[in-house]
């Protein structure tokens, strides 16, 4: 990997009349993140231009928002996905589900730590001032990074909590949110797995299940995700871009946010948990639902 040498190509891409919108795909999507970086950094000592400014004025559309955010360091991806969720025309409450539900406590405080450098207030105050009811306070938890990330499973308190599940939803009439937070926002992954083991036995159904019919709405869509990333995150990217793509439309700010997110590190799961789940290939789904560079891009990203 010469940075240089990239650099030198994208820069040759874009020179002159036309792009060569091949040779930029071609140069970026065989690249990793922080390799793309160096290029970013090596463009403006070389060249003495801002890669991205080029690239901006070069491209155009959804591929523009595919090769950007390539660029981006997946952090500041991650905030200015979430700043726009916020922040743009109405509120994009799917995208803050997805980076909240999915992230590592890390990824998380580092989300936090970027946002504030990055527009003056605090991601949980945005979430405060943008979104209501239960819906604001599950946000608000999974935005603390806070869940326990051991692996212990207390099989007492497994069982405890379980039950606890079981009495704050099916069991009464009406729904204490406030306990389905508090347990599905806090416990750890391998302990959670258990609970909602023993909740099948105590209320004959699964967990998913009961959220659906307990709740509605984001609240509904918030939980399942939680309960979806901690079984299987990889299905849970699968269901995401399956949904961002059938039916009439694409939801293309869906689609190229988890192509992008998810590139380097469980597409591959993804892949097969796509085609398991829905019997035909990612690549294939791609390709019957977009055209030309953007299309291009994604199945880059994509493989297979």
Known sequence: FSAEQEAQALRKAMKGLGTDEDAIIETLTKLNVSQRQQVLITYK?????????????????????VIIGLMTPTT?????????????????????????????????????????????STLEDDIVSDTSSMFRRV???LATGNRDEGTFVDEALAQQDAQCLYEAGEKKWGTDEVKFLSILCT??????????????????????????????????????????????????????????????????????????????????YIRREFQATYGKSLHSFIKGDCSGDYRKVLLRLCGG
Not at 47 to 54: A, K, M
Not at 239 to 251: A, V
């Open 45 to 65: 000592s070389t060249i003495g231009r801002d890669l991205i400014d080029d690239l901006k004025s070069e491209l155009s559309g959804n591929f523009e928002k």
């Open 76 to 120: 500041m991806y991650d905030v200015h996905e979430l700043r726009r969720a916020l922040k743009g025309a109405g509120t994009d409450e799917g995208c803050l589900i997805e980076i909240l539900a999915s992230r590592t406590n890390t990824e998380i405080r580092h989300i936090n730590e970027n946002y504030k450098l990055q527009y003056g």
């Open 139 to 141: 946000l608000v938890s």
């Open 187 to 268: 416990r750890n992954r391998c302990h959670l797995l258990r609970v909602f083991d023993v909740y099948r036995v105590i209320a004959n159904k699964d967990i998913t299940e009961s959220i659906k019919s307990e709740m509605s709405g984001d609240l509904e869509d918030a939980l399942l995700a939680v309960v979806k990333c901690l079984r299987n995150k990889p299905a849970y990217f699968a269901e995401r871009l399956y949904k961002s793509m059938k039916g009439l439309g694409t939801d293309d700010s869906t689609l190229i946010r988890v192509m992008v997110t998810r590139s380097e590190i469980d597409m591959l």
